[in-house]
């Protein structure tokens, strides 16, 4: 993994490095960064005994800039069953950018549920390196994240199916959680699976839903992703979340369309 980071800092104030440069805008972040940092943020909450982390909801109030930032999270209810964490990124001066909220919830006793997942596709070790243009600057993808393709790629139209692995530390001196991996990861349904031209449209989501069936374990997660823009221009892309044992959740995100 690469001694650079996509965020350097601690405690709450963190800095932006060139790895969290998405693909919209020079200067704003790829939104796979802060969600993954404000997982963490969850993360580092009290967990009540037996409790998973079971869904998160990002909404990308405005683009994240390549710049300081201050990140909170805090438990809004404790409960048994159910535990409510309430997440938020701004600017140093803050100006609201990110909001999340996530749900704990008790784990079920697996000898009484059903066991069977489904299998994950082939691994990456089958899988392809997308072929990037030429680039000035460091980015997120693909510099802070290894990406390989089972099927589709980022200049074909339609569904297609990736896997994703972290190169570079969310935060600088920590390994990533398999919950920062599956956040980073998540946020990629929409440029994997395009249905526009890169060239002429823009397709950003101004949110991102993690619904986690089971805690992901390992580096690795691959998405099988669809993306659906009806006659209305309001956009939809749809990723079914793996890890290496099989399916851990499901990944929504609404679509903003624009010509460029």
């Not at 704990?104 to 299998?119: G, K, L, N, T, Y």
């Amino acid at each position: 993994m690469s001694e650079q980071a996509v965020f350097v800092g601690a405690d709450g104030r963190f800095v932006a490095t060139e790895l969290a440069r998405g693909p919209w805008d020079p200067a704003a972040q790829h939104g796979g960064a802060p969600a993954a940092l404000l997982m963490r943020a969850f993360e580092q909450l009290p967990v009540p005994d037996g409790q998973v982390m079971g869904r998160v909801t990002y909404e990308l109030l405005r683009p994240v800039p390549l710049a300081a930032l201050s990140a909170e999270a805090q438990v809004i209810r404790a409960g048994k069953r159910v535990q409510l964490l309430e997440g938020s990124l701004s600017t140093a001066d803050g100006v609201p950018l990110v909001r999340a909220r996530a749900l704990r919830v008790q784990r079920a006793d697996e000898s009484s549920v059903q066991a069977d997942w489904p299998a994950p596709p082939p691994g990456p070790e089958h899988g392809g390196e997308p072929d990037f243009k030429p680039r000035a600057r460091p980015s997120f993808a693909p510099d802070a994240v290894e990406i390989r393709f089972i099927s589709g790629a980022f200049d074909e139209r339609g569904p297609s199916i990736a896997w994703f692995r972290l190169r570079a530390p969310i935060v600088a001196g920590e390994q990533p959680s398999p919950l920062q991996s599956l956040a980073a990861a998540g946020d990629f349904g929409n440029g994997i699976s395009a249905v526009l031209s890169w060239e002429e449209y823009v397709f950003i989501n101004p949110d991102l839903t993690l619904y986690i069936d089971r805690p992901p374990i390992g580096e690795w997660i691959c998405l099988q992703s669809q993306t659906w823009i009806p006659a209305t221009g309001i956009g939809i892309s749809e990723s079914v979340l793996y890890g290496v044992r099989g399916r851990v959740g499901r990944a929504t995100q609404s679509l903003v369309i624009a010509r460029r």
